[in-house]
Nanobody, 122 residues
């Protein structure tokens, strides 16, 4: 079993910055990709940024140039540095990862974190 534990959310003024972290904990052989999604009230969950060893990084158009995704493979952790935040960035941010495990059985599965709230005031 694998858990994704997010941290770093909070309240910030427009123009400010936050750094989100997501650590994968559990039976991990390798992590194929790690993504950040967000869901604002009344809206569908959307992909914000993703990172993988074979595809590199990708970003939603709305965050390009402001957000940066990075990964520490030794710590099984993905980060999302968010700069120049706007009120429209307000949402619950979720970590998502595809993880390969060998124990207790060989499997590849997709996991979600519980989310962390980001609120940007105008």
């Amino acid at each position: 079993q694998v858990q994704l534990v997010e941290s770093g959310g909070g309240l910030v003024q427009a123009g400010g910055s936050l750094r989100l972290s997501c650590e994968a904990i559990g039976s991990i052989d390798s992590i194929n990709y790690m993504d950040w999604y967000r869901q604002a009230p009344g809206k569908q969950r959307e992909l914000v940024a993703g990172i993988s060893s074979y595809l590199g990084t990708n970003y939603a158009d709305s965050v390009k140039g402001r957000f940066t995704i990075s990964r520490d493979n030794a710590k099984n952790t993905v980060y999302l540095q968010m700069n120049s935040l706007k009120p429209e960035d307000t949402a619950v941010y979720y970590c998502n990862a595809e993880v390969s495990s060998l124990v207790p059985e060989k499997r590849v599965a997709n996991y979600w974190g519980r989310g962390t709230q980001v609120t940007v005031s105008s």
